[in-house]
């Protein structure tokens, strides 16, 4: 496995870090979830995320049920608040208040002292920036976080907070989490550009667009009936990238990897980190399988012609 500084901190992560979403809360149980990340410490993973909104807590407390056996120094953990977490009128976005009570019950959950990251999972029109981002600092100087992280925030927004982290000395963020993979690049345009002239880093997620980039799902066959796109549960996310001109480039782009000797999904996630204020490509996983072979992808190098190819593809 190799590892990547979190933009301009001195924080190393892995190029794949293993994600919660879709792993904890609902699909697997507290076995598999203590085989996962067994495996991933075995594969030299060590960057978890989680986020206090997976299944209202509970990808939180399963994690607090494993990772406490392992040395506290040996992984990277981030958590995230904005989304709601009640039916209350501050139980939601990035006030002073929500922010500042979801920390500390995640950490409950987490059973941890601190969170290395903490995501400001979206961006919250109705509360200051200056408030959020002070309110981030105080946790920090107070021990509880480690880095302030943004997701899914637009290049004006991650702007906004840099402006206002300098002028009132604050912690600036040092990573954004966006989605980002061979069918999904807005983040090119602009987000990446500003995220590079202030050093922030991307933790990119959904990089397999779904499980769709590893080559489940082919045209004209019928879905899995173990897969994503088969739950209702998760389908809904998945929708959008089965369709037929994505499922015909899955077939091309496979054709180049099985050229290089890989997977199309190692090929897929080391596109992803072709980019260097890439940081890590977050996967999830229900099978340490999955997790081996999302591993393989860390310190590959496309060439030039497979590139050019694959961009090709996918500007048809």
Request: proline share 5%; charged share 30%; with cysteine.
């Given at each position: 496995m190799k590892y990547r500084k979190l933009g301009r901190s001195?924080?190393?992560?892995?190029?794949?870090s293993f994600g919660s979403w879709?792993?904890?809360?609902?699909?697997?149980?507290?076995?598999?979830?203590?085989?996962?990340?067994?495996?991933?410490?075995?594969?030299?993973?060590?960057?978890i995320d989680t986020a206090n909104v997976y299944e209202r807590g509970e990808a939180e407390k399963l994690l607090g049920n494993i990772l406490p056996r392992y040395p506290r120094e040996s992984y990277v953990l981030a958590t995230k608040a904005f989304f709601p977490m009640g039916d209350g009128p501050n139980d939601r976005g990035l006030s002073r208040k929500h922010v500042f009570e979801q920390v500390h019950a995640s950490l409950k959950r987490l059973k941890q002292d601190y969170v290395d990251?903490?995501?400001?999972?979206?961006?919250?029109?109705?509360?200051?920036?200056?408030?959020?981002?002070?309110?981030?600092?105080?946790?920090?100087?107070q021990g509880k976080v480690l880095y302030a992280g943004v997701s899914e925030w637009s290049a004006a927004q991650?702007?906004?907070a840099m402006r206002i982290a300098d002028k009132y000395l604050l912690d600036r963020i040092v990573v954004n989490q966006p989605q980002y993979n061979?069918?999904?690049?807005?983040?090119?345009?602009?987000?990446?550009?500003?995220?590079?002239?202030?050093?922030?880093?991307?933790?990119?997620?959904?990089?397999?667009?779904?499980g769709v980039l590893t080559g489940k799902y082919r045209l004209g066959s019928e879905?899995?009936?173990?897969?994503?796109?088969?739950?209702?549960?998760t389908n809904m996310w998945i929708k959008n990238f089965l369709t037929e001109a994505h499922l015909r480039k899955v077939d091309q782009l496979d054709a180049v990897a099985k050229e290089l000797g890989l997977s199309l999904g190692t090929l897929a996630l080391a596109w992803v980190l072709r980019?260097?204020?890439?940081?890590?490509?977050l996967v999830g996983a229900t099978k340490p399988s999955q997790l081996e072979e999302n591993a393989k992808a860390s310190g590959v190098v496309l060439p030039?012609?497979?590139?050019?190819?694959?961009e090709a593809i996918l500007s048809e």
């Open positions: 001195g924080l190393k992560v892995s190029e794949i879709m792993t904890y809360g609902h699909t697997v149980d507290g076995n598999i979830g203590e085989q996962l990340i067994e495996k991933a410490f075995e594969l030299g993973i060590n960057f990251i903490l995501y400001c999972h979206r961006y919250d029109p109705e509360t200051p920036v200056e408030e959020t981002l002070r309110t981030i600092d105080d946790l920090i100087r991650i702007e906004e061979m069918f999904y690049r807005k983040i090119e345009a602009e987000v990446i550009p500003v995220s590079g002239k202030y050093g922030v880093a991307q933790v990119v997620y959904s990089p397999l667009a779904q879905l899995p009936k173990d897969s994503r796109a088969a739950d209702p549960k980019q260097d204020i890439v940081a890590s490509a030039q012609e497979a590139l050019d190819r694959i």
